[in-house]
């Protein structure tokens, strides 16, 4: 009997700060491997609105003003990567969040991803993880720079892509204004907090030797060729039967 081969990339986590370009590079990787993004907000959004049990049960924990707990997050997203256009792999976008996480996660993709496979390609499937590195400053200047109209919704950065004229919306005039989440003394707060939160997730994956560090200073086509090239790398490759 000929052998089939069937490739996937597996699943894919990026980390990355606020204005690190994360979402514009995990919207390319979706467009490049047709996997799924898949967001833990947007898992619990969608639980809470069609009512299911772990839906409900999540809506009476945010009601009583806490977080909703990592056993009923756990059950979510495994619903989730269950689901048949998870096979290929998928972009896992607010998730893990700290290491316990990481390690459920981990052992998850195991039990569910090996069952059928034969152990010579155990491991294969194990997340590979992008952290999108920028320098502070650029980052600073990333985010304090952006302008947005009010009218029209364009967006503008000050250093990188400013109006035409100052301060005014080229599209239509208008007084351009600043969010109050792009103020500086917010964006230094986001960018603190980031860090505190996801050191120890890239943490876990350097040991575990399944961190890739790109570089996101460079053009977003450069630093879209890198991250490719790290997928690329760690692409699964199962075979069986036809």
């Not at 919704?153 to 080229?170: E, K």
């Amino acid at each position: 009997m000929a052998e089939a081969t069937s490739r996937g990339i597996g699943p894919v986590i990026l980390l990355g700060a606020p204005g690190s370009g994360k979402g514009t590079q995990a919207k390319q990787i979706v467009e490049r491997y047709h996997i799924p993004q898949i967001s833990t907000g947007d898992i619990l959004r969608n639980e809470v609105q069609r009512q299911t049990p772990l839906g409900l049960l999540a809506k009476d924990v945010m009601a009583r003003g806490e977080l909703v707990p990592d056993d009923l997050v756990y059950d979510m997203v495994a619903e989730r990567l269950r689901q048949g256009d998870c096979e290929s792999g998928f972009i896992l976008d607010g998730f893990p969040r700290n290491p316990a996480q990481a390690g459920w996660l981990d052992a998850f993709l195991e039990h569910e991803f090996f069952e059928n496979v034969d152990s010579a390609s155990r491991g294969k499937c194990l997340p590979i993880v992008i952290r999108i590195d920028v320098d502070y400053n650029q980052l600073l200047r990333r985010l304090t720079g952006r302008r947005s109209c009010p009218v029209c919704g364009r967006i503008y950065n000050l250093y990188f892509h400013p109006p035409r004229v100052a301060d005014q919306c080229d599209v239509d005039g208008s007084k351009l204004v600043i969010r109050n989440d792009d103020r500086e003394e917010v964006i230094r707060e986001r960018l603190t907090a980031y860090e505190s939160q996801t050191k120890p997730v890239a943490e876990y994956y350097e040991r575990k030797g399944r961190l890739v560090s790109v570089n996101g200073d460079l053009p977003v086509d450069q630093v879209t060729e890198q991250i490719f090239r790290a997928i690329e790398s760690h692409r699964v490759v199962t075979t069986g039967p036809q």
